[in-house]
């Protein structure tokens, strides 16, 4: 369980929430909050009050990941293998378990093709790909993506669900304004000026004034089209 | 009908290391939806039918007033330090922009203390107001909650005899649109007047799948039309 007491951090009051492993989507208009409630979890921005509580640890004693709506706005490196070396080298990781690694990561994403490339080379969805990786090679306990689908189209946002089910990420935090993202997440989160109005699994939301704003009605749509039920079992579980 | 914008391109490619983008089309007064997958050439595509990025080849003849592109990154318009002087860069008033965004109270702000989506509005509101005979925009609703949506849907609606070309994969925000089209690996094609040719639509979302699954037709594409059909499936909400 993530664990939050009387947080207050900029517009954000939270006396008191919790939220379960899974996947869960942060929502609500713009300006309610969502990306510094996304930063004070990722231990980027420390509360004025309050505690959170990953597992039990302190944000900066946990692996977090990150990956914003323009990944290519955080991209250091000119090489994309350095790119994705990036956060084992910061922490002092040996090169060859460095290597092996993202030789690893990269598989598993299928773009060991890109390693050498540089990083300003890549298509959009290649840099989106390089910054999943990068976000992931640690094996994060948190991985929170702030609007990163917001222009990504139906089955690239399919195949970045794959991935992230494939490394087994306990705890997955998105922001997004889109139903049908939202109809992929187990819990949905809903802030107004900085205040949780909302927190309610993805079959218990209260019925909207219009089917295309419901997650319900689209997680109707995903299933009618053959789009599995993201939970694999574990047979079919992958790395 | 005199002094209505037209643009035309004709064998028009753009090479950019291994990717190759091939355009032909006639693109008059409406609203024009340009689709297509991750990679498929979209913004590039946008880019050189607003004028933006000069093709290596073909010929393109343009006939109206300016041409004018929203990019996907709000952020990179950004040339002033305050909301009043942001709005005031487009040469438009900058207290009726920043009252269409929204942004009352606002006008002396640093622009970088906006949120994602207030920015995104002031930028909207900016372009939109000037005029233009013709609009690109990438992405519009992206960063956008319901609201603000409606409220770009609105705007968009309301320009007569202009251009306006849509690119997005989100397909639920969207004002009627009239011609469809799609960049599919480096080539822009246009498949057709809508709702007449929507059947061509070989790779359509997700949505549109469903809804013609469970038999029904949308009348169009905008927001109401697809939530009619939906409702003709579900019952009203």
Known sequence: MIRITSLEAGILDIPSLAISPGRCVITGPNGSGKTTFLTVLAGIRPPE????????????????????????RNILFTRVFDEIASPLRFSGENTDTTRDLVEETAASLKISSLLLRETRSLSGGEKVLVSFATALIKKPD????????SHLDEEFCRRIDGIMQRFHVRYVLFS??????????????SLEKGE?????????CPPRKEHLSDPGFWRKVLQSQGYPDRRPSEDARIT | MPGSPELSLKGVTLQRGSFLLRA????MPGVHLLTGRIGSGKTTCGKVLAGITRPDRGEISWSGTERVMLLQNAGYHVTRATVRDEAASWNTDPDTVIRLAGLSGKEELDILFLSRGELKRLELASLLSRGSDLVVLDEPFNALDDDARRWVTRLIAEAQNRIVIIISHDITSLPPVHELWETEEGVLKKIGRIPGDMRRWDKSPLLIRYLWQKGENPAGLSRSDLE????RIHGSG
């Open chain 1, 176 to 189: 997004s304004h889109q139903p049908v993202r939202m109809a992929t997440a187990d819990e949905i989160i």
């Open chain 1, 196 to 204: 949780v109005v909302r927190i309610c699994g993805i079959n218990a």
């Open chain 1, 49 to 72: 009050t309050g505690a959170i509580l990953i597992d039990g640890k302190n944000p900066a004693d946990c692996t977090i990941g990150w990956v914003g709506e323009y990944p290519e």
């Open chain 2, 24 to 27: 032909d089309g006639v693109f």
């Open chain 2, 228 to 231: 009619e059909a939906v409702c």
């Open chain 1, 142 to 149: 948190l991985l929170l993506l702030d609007e990163t689908d």
